[in-house]
C-alpha cells in the first residue's frame, strides 16, 4: 500500500497511557422506535467499536428494556414517548441537557418523521450545540429547511442515500445519481454541513474539499448500514477529528469493515452487524498500513 492511498484521510485519534472513557467522548445516540429499536442498537454498538468511551442511547421508555439486553455496554436514558412508541416532544428539554455533556450527537436512525417526533427532530437541531451526525428520519423532519442547519452554533454532518438527497434537493433519486458531485457540493456549501452522499464511491465534501470513497462493495446494500456508519462517525468526532476528517475516515473503515464481512461471508449474506464485528480489523490494518507507509 501506498502513502498515496491516505493522502486524503488522517490518522486513527491518538491513545495515551493515561487516558480514561472521558477522554475518549461521549457519545449520545437519539434513535429508535416501536418496530425500529435495532436502528439504535447498531448505531451504538458501532460507536463503542469505533473507539467511543462512553455511548448513551436516548430511547423511548417501553424499549428500555430490551434496549439494555441487547447493549450490555451502553448506558440508556429513557424517554417520554408518543402512543406509537417514538420519542415526543415532551422529550425535548431531557435530550438537549444530555446532547450538553456530549462530545457529538447522532439523531435520526429508526426514527418516524411524522407528528411529535419530527417536530422534536426539527426544533432540536439548532438546540443541540455539540457536532450533530444526522441520519435516517431526521431528513424528512427537515424537508427544504436547508438553513436550518446555519442556526446552529456546532457543525452538521448529514448521511443520506440518493432517495434522501432527492428529498433534500427537491429532485428524483435518478437524477441525484446522474449528478451525485455537484449536488453534494452545492448542498454542502448551502447548508453548511459536512455531506456523505452514500452509494457506491460514497462522496465527502465540506462544499470545498471533495473526498470519493473506494472502499465497501455491494454486499452493504443492507438495511441497518447507515446506521453503523453514523455510529462510526460519531466516535471520530468524540474521539477529536474535525467534522470533515472523522466523516471521511469513517466512510473508509466503515467501507473496509464491510470488505472484510464479504471476503469471509460472501456479499449476498451480509448484514449490518456483520459489519460492526469487522470493523476492529479495519482499525487495526488502517493503523498498520499507515504506519508501514510512513
Known amino acids: ?44 454498538k458501532s460507536a463503542l467499536r469505533a473507539g467511543a468511551g462512553v455511548v448513551l442511547w436516548a430511547i423511548p421508555k417501553s424499549l428500555n ?68 451526525v444526522l441520519d435516517g428520519g431526521a431528513f424528512s423532519a427537515i424537508g427544504d429547511e436547508v438553513l436550518i442547519f446555519r442556526k446552529r452554533q456546532g457543525p452538521t454532518i448529514i448521511t443520506p442515500h440518493p432517495g434522501e438527497m432527492g428529498h433534500l434537493t427537491h429532485k428524483p433519486s435518478a437524477e441525484v445519481q446522474k449528478n451525485r458531485r ?59 477529528l474535525k467534522t470533515l476528517e472523522a466523516t471521511k475516515l469513517g466512510v473508509y473503515l466503515h467501507g473496509r469493515a464491510g470488505d472484510h464481512a464479504a471476503a469471509e461471508l460472501g456479499q449476498h449474506s451480509m448484514i449490518a452487524s456483520d459489519i460492526i464485528a469487522h470493523l476492529p480489523s479495519s482499525f487495526v490494518e488502517y493503523s498498520q498500513e499507515r504506519s508501514n507507509s510512513d
Open 182 to 240: 455537484e449536488l453534494a457540493v452545492k448542498y454542502a456549501s448551502l447548508s453548511g454541513t459536512v455531506v456523505a452522499l452514500k452509494g457506491a464511491e460514497t462522496i465527502v465534501t465540506d462544499g470545498k474539499e471533495v473526498y470519493l470513497n473506494h472502499s465497501g462493495n455491494p454486499g452493504m446494500a443492507t438495511a441497518g448500514s447507515g446506521d453503523v456508519l453514523v455510529g462510526v462517525i460519531a466516535a471520530l468526532v468524540g474521539q477529536g
Open 1 to 44: 500500500m501506498t502513502e498515496s492511498r491516505f493522502s486524503q484521510l488522517p490518522p486513527l485519534p491518538e491513545r495515551k497511557p493515561e487516558m480514561h472513557k472521558g477522554d475518549c467522548g461521549r457519545i449520545l445516540i437519539i434513535a429508535g422506535s416501536a418496530g425500529m429499536t435495532g436502528a439504535g442498537v447498531l448505531a451504538s
Open 65 to 132: 428494556l430490551v434496549a439494555e439486553s441487547l447493549t450490555t455496554e451502553v448506558m440508556s436514558l429513557p424517554l417520554p414517548e408518543t402512543p406509537s412508541g417514538s420519542p415526543s416532544m415532551s422529550a425535548r428539554e431531557i435530550l438537549v441537557e444530555a446532547a450538553r455533556e456530549a462530545d457529538c450527537v447522532v439523531m435520526g436512525p429508526g426514527l418516524p418523521v411524522a407528528g411529535d417526533t419530527g417536530e422534536l427532530m426539527r426544533l432540536l437541531i439548532p438546540e443541540i450545540y455539540a457536532p450533530l
